[in-house]
């Protein structure tokens, strides 16, 4: 899987890429950063957000997104990890590339 960004990107601009993945089905910057609670920069790329099952099915047809897993170890009311289901996206970034 590509790196978000590019092969050069820092941190940020891969958290960037991420935001700006989820903007695209939650119509705003400002509203993917409220939804995300995880984000993965190094082994694996993808990151974790609060999503219900339509935007999921919305973020999974996006280009560039691999697949969208529920995350079972999260429990998105009490910010925690334990319960409830939400997603985990992991993308392959091609529209987030730092040139």
């Known amino acids: 899987m590509d790196k978000p960004g590019g092969e050069g990107a820092t941190k940020q601009q891969m ?3 991420y935001i700006q993945t ?12 409220k939804r995300i609670y995880n984000v993965s920069c190094e082994r694996y ?3 974790g957000c609060e ?9 999974e047809g996006l ?10 170890y ?13 997603a985990y996206v992991l993308i392959i970034p ?3 590339r730092i040139l």
């Open 15 to 17: 958290i960037d890429c």
């Open 22 to 33: 989820l903007a695209k089905v939650v119509g705003s910057e400002e509203e993917a950063k």
């Open 45 to 47: 790329f993808g990151f």
């Open 51 to 59: 999503i219900d099952e339509e935007t999921s099915n919305k973020l």
């Open 63 to 72: 280009p560039g997104v691999l697949f969208v897993l529920p995350d079972s």
């Open 74 to 86: 999260v429990d998105a009311e009490n910010k925690d990890y334990g319960g409830k289901l939400t």
């Open 94 to 96: 091609l529209s987030c």
